[in-house]
């Protein structure tokens, strides 16, 4: 069986830095498409970042162009999120997804998903 646990969340002053961390179970994370979606209170979840199974990266949201970066570490079947620079807009959910081989922007198209880790941004 799939799983997939997020860790890394929390509070944060704007301007910081967090990294989330998606721990796979039950599978390798390279065989898969791995995406970052958030969803904040009342709002639709977005999708963030994506790592496809041959390692291609494909930003899902303008707003983290140059602030949030994804990578893979697949001796730790890990997928990272690293976010820097990170505004109060950025706070919501956090989750990680897994899909086929290839990114999609939809969140429908993943199959399996974590629990989510909430990241606060406020002063």
């Known amino acids: 069986q799939l799983q997939l646990v997020e860790s890394g969340g929390g509070l944060v002053q704007p301007g910081g830095s967090l990294r989330l961390s998606c721990a796979a179970s039950?599978?390798?994370?390279?065989?898969?498409?791995i995406g970052w979606f958030r969803q904040a209170p009342g709002k639709e979840r977005e999708g963030v970042l994506c790592?496809?199974?041959?390692?291609?990266?494909?930003t899902l949201a303008d707003s983290v162009k140059g602030r949030f970066t994804i990578s893979r570490d697949n001796a730790r079947n890990t997928v990272y999120l690293q976010m820097n620079s990170l505004k109060p807009e950025d706070t919501a959910i956090y989750y990680c997804?897994?899909?086929?081989?290839?990114?999609?922007?939809?969140?429908?198209?993943?199959?399996?998903w974590g629990q989510g880790t909430q990241v606060t941004v406020s002063s």
């Open positions: 039950g599978f390798t994370l390279d065989d898969y498409a």
């Open positions: 997804a897994a899909r086929g081989n290839y990114c999609s922007v939809g969140a429908m198209r993943y199959d399996s």
């Open positions: 790592i496809s199974s041959s390692a291609g990266k494909v």
